[in-house]
């Protein structure tokens, strides 16, 4: 289509053709800012679950720890700790792998990925010292041992939410740019759709309303000049035009003008 000549060569196929483009090119936009808007959403929301799950997984360190230090003065049961353990090591191989059971998807980032690696180590330990038969009477170098591990791998779970926190920010800056180019963009398509495409259909219609206008004034000049009675009716004979020869011989032979 023309858009140029549309209204110079106005006619309903060309309007309609006009409107079902401009409703097409608007879905696309609309398309492209549903989808910015629920990559930030969903990666804020991703994210953000696996910060909530890395504050569980520091606490559940911590608590690990407390525990068998703990056993060591008390009657507490063994058990607990290796089932705490046993949820405690799966959460760690979620991050790095992922876990479906755990709803645990698997974490592309390259620095938290470099940061789980170096703290898998004192992961490893304290699950195996956590397995000892004689955990309740550890030595005191163990427990220096088991107090160490602890603090790096806490440590490198601080490492973790932080560098979580700052691709959270960083990436949702570059979406928020991105989106706010789209909706920059959007603003300048809808002044170009209403230039090129939504004035040209008003401009159309009131060239085909004048149009239809002038058709029927001369349609009615014509019949008005006509000596001959001219009228018209519908499917149902009912009288929906005439001229005034017609209604003057209508009064004329019955004594009552015709009504449309």
Same mark, same amino acid.
């Given at each position: &289509?023309?858009?140029?000549?549309?209204?110079?060569?106005?006619?309903?196929?060309?309007?309609?053709?006009?409107?079902?483009?401009?409703?097409?090119?608007?879905?696309?936009?609309?398309?492209?800012?549903?989808?910015? @808007?629920?990559?930030?959403?969903?990666? !804020?929301?991703?994210?953000?679950?696996?910060?909530?799950?890395?504050?569980? #997984?520091?606490?559940?360190?911590?608590?690990?720890?407390?525990?068998?230090?703990?056993?060591?003065?008390?009657?507490?049961?063994?058990?607990?700790?290796?089932?705490?353990?046993?949820?405690?090591?799966?959460?760690?191989?979620?991050?790095?792998?992922?876990?479906?059971?755990?709803?645990?998807?698997?974490?592309?980032?390259?620095?938290?990925?470099?940061?789980? !690696?170096?703290?898998?180590?004192? #992961?490893?330990?304290? #699950?195996?010292?956590?397995?000892?038969?004689?955990?309740?009477?550890?030595?005191?170098?163990?427990?220096?041992?088991?107090?160490?591990?602890?603090?790096?791998?806490?440590?490198?779970?601080?490492? &973790?939410?932080?560098?979580?926190?700052?691709?959270?920010?960083?990436?949702?800056?570059?979406?928020?740019?991105?989106?706010?180019?789209?909706?920059?963009?959007?603003?300048?398509?809808?002044?170009?759709?209403?230039?090129?495409?939504?004035?040209?259909?008003?401009?159309?219609?009131?060239?085909?309303?004048?149009?239809?206008?002038?058709?029927?004034?001369?349609?009615?000049? @014509?019949?008005?000049?006509?000596?001959?009675?001219?009228?018209?009716?519908?499917?149902?004979? &009912?009288?929906?035009?005439?001229?005034?020869?017609?209604?003057?011989?209508?009064?004329?032979?019955?004594?009552?003008?015709?009504?449309?």
């Amino acid at each position: &289509m023309e858009i140029n000549s549309l209204k110079e060569n106005a006619s309903f196929g060309k309007i309609r053709r006009s409107i079902i483009t401009s409703f097409a090119l608007t879905f696309i936009f609309a398309i492209l800012l549903a989808i910015g @808007i629920n990559l930030t959403t969903n990666l !804020r929301e991703y994210e953000s679950s696996i910060i909530n799950l890395a504050g569980r #997984q520091r606490m559940l360190s911590q608590k690990i720890a407390k525990n068998i230090y703990y056993l060591q003065t008390s009657e507490q049961n063994q058990i607990e700790i290796s089932e705490d353990v046993a949820l405690w090591s799966a959460v760690h191989m979620g991050f790095q792998n992922g876990n479906e059971a755990l709803n645990i998807p698997k974490i592309e980032n390259k620095t938290v990925d470099s940061i789980l !690696r170096a703290i898998s180590p004192y #992961q490893e330990n304290i #699950q195996l010292i956590s397995k000892q038969l004689n955990l309740a009477n550890l030595s005191k170098a163990e427990l220096r041992e088991l107090s160490i591990w602890e603090r790096k791998y806490l440590a490198g779970m601080d490492q &973790m939410v932080e560098a979580l926190q700052l691709h959270i920010d960083n990436t949702i800056g570059n979406l928020t740019y991105v989106l706010g180019t789209l909706t920059f963009l959007f603003l300048i398509f809808i002044w170009l759709l209403y230039h090129f495409f939504i004035k040209p259909i008003i401009d159309s219609v009131g060239v085909l309303s004048k149009n239809m206008e002038s058709q029927s004034r001369h349609l009615a000049s @014509i019949l008005e000049n006509t000596s001959d009675r001219i009228w018209t009716v519908d499917k149902n004979y &009912m009288l929906i035009a005439y001229n005034s020869v017609f209604a003057k011989g209508r009064l004329d032979d019955g004594g009552i003008a015709p009504i449309k």
